[in-house]
């Protein structure tokens, strides 16, 4: 305990002299300043790239990943000292992305030790950004049917095909993908999980607008793509054990990400301050006492998830597999996030449905937008039917 309280001395002093000035008191509800790393990156100010610079060379953008693979090293106790210091001040992750919350930890588990020195470390410093080639135009639900050929020639795989729904693979380098390596075994014991840079010859990739206006997901075509054998994970063959782990991490992921639990909250939230612009305030509370219950509601399910949801979060960060719970807590997640947009767009009536032109603010605006793209959230990473199936045959032990 002592120890701990030296960690946290020393972590807050480190903060405070090391943290940019601009980015404290910022957090994590601005996911358009997100760090997403990568050949591409962008980054919404200087102070951004220089958080995830100094954060990459203390090794704490992925704070429990091991040293010897650019990770910080730190206990489960640590890192959560690590997240409440950084709550104190506000400040935003400096680094985000499905290397350090999918592929990262699927290699942790199923890469070999070259696999794992040739990637982690450039996750840990940004360098690489990765995208997901699972789902295909006849492939969703039913992943297992997935038909991108690879055929062995020498070291090497060909691969042809086509994935859809590939998030930012118009941002991404690598590509971590299925591909069916044997046609003729039955489906699931036909496929390879295999990592593929972008930049191969044969790879393009087609933005897909989204009912939100932005394009964040694209159709992703191989054409003859030569990837290397020793980018092989796990086995030939072998790659749906790895693809279900992953989803695991994947399903935490998205979670963590739209439930409301990616760190500590200061203040009032944006549910509340929304409600007390559209609804107005009397002595201290919300005008409107039927809203005034749905959101005191609303802010009760958010809260009782992050606590819930919190210690799947630190299991995960530990290196723990995600089992038939982030399937639960997907769900839960998703659905707060989807309801308290509905609920934020009730709130602002007429203001709530902004799309463009004069007679709106940017916020409303955004707001609409997002509401739009909450939509989704039902669907990616599997959809909700598909979760509630999985629980009731692996954790109700139905069917
Ligand atoms: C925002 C977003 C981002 C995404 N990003 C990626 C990505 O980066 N990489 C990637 O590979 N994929 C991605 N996806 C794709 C996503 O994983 C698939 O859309 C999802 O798995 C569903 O597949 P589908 O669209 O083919 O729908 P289908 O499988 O055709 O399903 C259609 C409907 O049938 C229902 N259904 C299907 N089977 C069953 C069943 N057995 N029992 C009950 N109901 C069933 C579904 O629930 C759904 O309502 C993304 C999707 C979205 C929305």
């Given at each position: 305990m002592a120890d701990l309280e030296k960690f946290r001395s020393e972590?807050?002093?480190?903060?405070?002299?090391?943290?940019p000035e601009s980015l404290r008191g910022k957090g994590n509800a601005d996911m358009d300043a997100a760090v997403w790393g990568g050949r591409k990156a962008k980054f919404a100010t200087p102070d951004h790239k220089v958080w995830l610079e100094i954060m990459a060379e203390k090794q704490w953008t992925s704070p429990m990943w091991p040293t010897e693979?650019?990770?910080g090293g730190l206990s489960k106790a640590e890192d959560k000292v690590l997240t409440q210091e950084m709550a104190k001040l506000g400040l935003p992750a400096p680094?985000?992305?499905?290397?350090?919350?999918?592929?990262?930890p699927t290699l942790l588990r199923f890469g070999n030790e070259e696999q794992k020195k040739e990637h982690l470390p450039k996750i840990c410093r940004g360098e690489i950004r990765w995208c997901q080639g699972y789902s295909e135009p006849g492939a969703g639900s039913d992943l297992a049917s997935l038909q991108t050929k690879a055929v062995r020639d020498g070291d090497e795989f060909v691969i042809n095909g086509t994935k859809i729904w590939t998030s930012y693979a118009d941002q991404a380098d690598w590509i971590f993908a299925l591909v069916r390596t044997d046609p003729d075994a039955k489906k699931q014991e036909g496929i390879t999980f295999i990592l593929i840079d972008m930049e191969t010859p044969g790879v393009s990739v087609k933005p897909i607008q989204l009912i939100s206006g932005k394009?964040?997901?694209c159709e992703t075509h191989f054409e003859d793509v030569r990837a290397k054998v020793s980018n092989v994970i796990h086995e030939i063959n072998a790659g749906w054990t790895v693809a279900k782990a992953l989803l695991g991490h994947e399903r935490t992921m998205i979670s963590q990400t739209f439930g409301g639990?990616?760190?500590?909250?200061?203040?009032?939230?944006?549910?509340?301050?929304?409600?007390?612009?559209y609804l107005g305030e009397e002595d201290g509370q919300l005008a409107d006492p039927v809203y005034r219950n749905e959101v005191a509601q609303m802010e009760m399910d958010v809260a009782a998830f992050r606590y819930a949801?919190?210690?799947?979060?630190?299991?995960?960060?530990?290196?723990?597999?995600?089992?038939?719970e982030s399937s639960m807590f997907k769900v839960?997640?998703?659905?707060?996030?989807?309801n308290q947009h509905e609920l934020m767009v009730r709130i602002a009536g007429p203001q709530g449905i902004g799309w463009e032109g004069e007679g709106f603010e940017e916020p409303e605006i955004d707001l609409t937008r997002e509401w739009l793209r909450t939509r989704g959230n039902s669907i990616e990473g599997g959809t909700t039917e598909v979760q509630l199936n999985i629980m009731s045959k692996h954790v109700l032990g139905l069917g």
């Open positions: 972590t807050r002093s480190w903060l405070e002299a090391n943290a693979y650019g990770g680094l985000i992305g499905f290397g350090l919350t999918m592929i990262g394009s964040p997901f639990s990616r760190g500590a909250r200061k203040g009032r939230g944006r549910l509340v301050e929304m409600a007390a612009k949801a919190q210690r799947m979060n630190d299991n995960a960060k530990a290196g723990h597999q995600p089992g038939a839960l997640g998703t659905e707060n996030n989807m």
